[in-house]
């Protein structure tokens, strides 16, 4: 082998040499680069791991099922009535008596007389005889004209329309002597269209009155007759002049009774009397007259606490 030969063989083998030591540096180098990069994911990972995570409270897991509402399906709102407003209380009285005065033959009978008496009250007008008691009724039930001031029934003057609402006893009876039962009824079934003919026969019945003509009757068979005839009426306001009177007991029994029944509803009731013992205890209101004036008037409970006396008592005083 000639030595230009040798040298070549020994430059080929300096470059295998030189390019299997280029390859393991650089195949050294690829290693040493991934390596890194997986370092530097581990610690990434490892930053993500030391993170701290808050404080979270965990449910408590049980073994129970939640409970499942139900849906409902919208309703439609039904229409609530809305309350009303009550109304605000409006006194109307019944009868409305103002600043009335009747004179006659120059002689003052009632003198500037005020009241008024509301629906369903009884009043008890009290007064020795010529007080003005029957005066005032025979005014309020349209007999007798006022000589000044005012009297109206559920806001009507007193006159034709007020004498279909008011139901009057005379002192002394409503029928005339030459009457009998049943002509006096007819007379009352043809003038009045609030007779109630049922309620008539009723009391006849029960207060056994007679067929007879009013003169052959007793004065207590008379009293009871015109008492039917004048509560047999579906009237607003009834206006009893001494329904009492001078009775012996039992009749006085029958007509107290009827008054209690008759009382207490919506009609109004105006009662005089001088047996106030008897009858007090269906009053409501009192007036007490003394020659044509009002001496003293009011709620009788309230009379009877503010003076600790009964009606009857009070009666005695104020006329002793």
Request: glycine residues 6%; negative net charge.
């Amino acid at each position: 082998m000639t030595k230009l030969e040798d040298r070549i063989r020994e430059e080929l083998e300096k470059t295998e040499k030189s390019e299997k030591t280029e390859k393991i540096e650089k195949n050294e180098k690829t290693e040493k680069s991934s390596s890194k990069k997986k370092k530097k994911k581990k610690g990434k990972a490892k930053a993500v791991e030391m993170q701290v995570i808050p404080d979270v409270e965990i449910p408590e897991t049980t073994d129970e099922e939640p409970e499942v509402v139900p849906e409902t399906p919208d309703e439609p709102m039904e229409d609530v009535p809305t309350e009303k407003t009550p109304e605000p209380f409006v006194y109307k009285p019944r009868l409305v008596v103002k600043n009335l005065t009747k004179s006659m033959a120059n002689q003052v009978i009632l003198d500037d007389l005020t009241f008024d008496l509301a629906e369903g009250r009884v009043l008890g007008l009290m007064g020795p005889n010529g007080a003005g008691k029957s005066t005032l009724l025979r005014i309020l039930a349209g007999l007798f004209h006022p000589t000044k001031g005012t009297v109206t029934v559920n806001g009507e003057p007193v006159g034709l329309k007020t004498k279909g609402m008011v139901s009057y006893f005379p002192e002394g009876g409503l029928v005339s002597f030459g009457e009998s039962v049943s002509s006096a009824r007819s007379f009352f079934v043809k003038f009045f269209p609030d007779f109630d003919k049922d309620r008539f026969d009723e009391l006849v019945d029960r207060f056994k009155i007679p067929e007879k003509r009013v003169g052959h009757l007793s004065i207590g068979y008379r009293v009871r007759l015109s008492m039917a005839l004048c509560l047999s009426r579906e009237a607003d306001l009834y206006l009893l002049d001494e329904p009492l009177g001078n009775l012996d007991p039992l009749v006085r029994d029958d007509i107290i009774n009827l008054l209690v029944e008759s009382v207490g509803g919506q009609a109004s009731f105006i009662i005089t009397s001088q047996r106030v013992r008897d009858i007090e205890s269906i009053f409501d209101e009192v007036i007490f007259l003394d020659k044509g004036k009002i001496v003293k008037q009011g709620p009788a409970e309230v009379l009877r606490m503010e003076e600790g006396l009964s009606m009857d008592d009070l009666y005695k005083e104020i006329y002793r």
